[in-house]
Nanobody, 123 residues
Framework: QVQLVESGGGLVQAGGSLRLSCAASGRTFSSYAMGWFRQAPGKEREFVAAISMRGFGTYYTNSVRGRFTISRDNAKNTVYLQMNSLKPEDTAVYCC????????????????WGQGTQVTVSS
């Protein structure tokens, strides 16, 4: 029902910034809470951030709190992840996901997933 396409990944040095975008299809984008997850080689998929349907509630994993900011523009059907003060341990494939019920930290609660975008942070 929902198609998600991420963009904005790339290679950046430690301390730098990137902004990821997730564009959603359809006219019901505002009916979904959105989340960002990441997965590094050899590691389990990890929750990064989530945002409520209208954008007033935001949630972060401890390792990114204060450095990353999730936001959304429902008029543009787009969710963003602003990543500042990047560290090598942030290197991963980042995926956005849609949840028709609520923001959540568990991947299984999300119904739709994007293809992912690679973020590489060098030291």
């Amino acid at each position: 029902q929902v198609q998600l396409v991420e963009s904005g990944g790339g290679l950046v040095q430690a301390g730098g910034s990137l902004r990821l975008s997730c564009a959603a299809s359809g006219r019901t984008f505002s009916s979904y809470a959105m989340g960002w997850f990441r997965q590094a080689p050899g590691k389990e998929r990890e929750f990064v951030a989530a945002i409520s349907m209208r954008g007033f509630g935001t949630y972060y994993t401890n390792s990114v709190r204060g450095r990353f900011t999730i936001s959304r523009d429902n008029a543009k059907n787009t969710v963003y992840l602003q990543m500042n003060s990047l560290k090598p341990e942030d290197t991963a494939v980042y995926c956005c996901a849609a949840n028709p019920h609520r923001p959540a930290v568990v991947p299984a609660e999300y119904n739709y997933w994007g293809q992912g975008t690679q973020v590489t942070v060098s030291s």
